[in-house]
């Protein structure tokens, strides 16, 4: 499914394709802070079909306990958090859902990770496969 998305002030735009019901919840430390709730809804976006179409985000570059590095991409003007991918030679882009103009039609998320984090009033269906950490 082709896809495209914005900033909230719109000086970054973008375009990329998912798969329809492959959204993944993220209930980790590092997301909670990020995205200043909860939990973070990610779909992800092979490299080759993501294009920025207007702006260039800010980045930041996170290095996790693995020593593996994610740039996160976010609007400088606004603050909008858009996608996160790999620090070196990225194959997926991991779009934030929450800037994407189709984020109605992209279904339910298909699984949840970092569970053990997860804030005791926050529930998904049943169906949604959890993992307790990264699968």
């Not at 499914?1 to 019901?21: L, N, P, S």
């Not at 909860?38 to 260039?56: K, Q």
């Not at 103009?101 to 997860?118: C, F, V």
Request: hydrophobic share 35%.
């Amino acid at each position: 499914m082709k896809v495209d998305g914005q900033c909230h002030c719109g000086a970054i735009a973008y375009e990329a394709e998912v798969q329809e019901g492959s959204i993944s919840v993220c209930h980790c430390n590092d997301c909670q802070i990020h995205s200043g709730s909860a939990f973070r809804a990610n779909i992800s976006a092979p490299a080759a079909s993501f294009r920025l179409l207007r702006g260039t985000p800010n980045t930041y570059i996170k290095t996790a306990a693995s020593g593996a590095r994610r740039v996160l991409a976010f609007c400088g003007h606004c603050g909008t958090p858009v996608y996160a991918c790999a620090a070196e030679a990225p194959t997926a882009y991991s779009l934030r859902v929450g800037t994407l103009n189709q984020r109605h039609e992209l279904g339910s998320p298909m699984r949840q990770i970092w569970t053990q984090r997860r804030l005791p009033w926050v529930t998904l269906p049943d169906d949604v496969a959890a993992f307790h950490g990264q699968p």
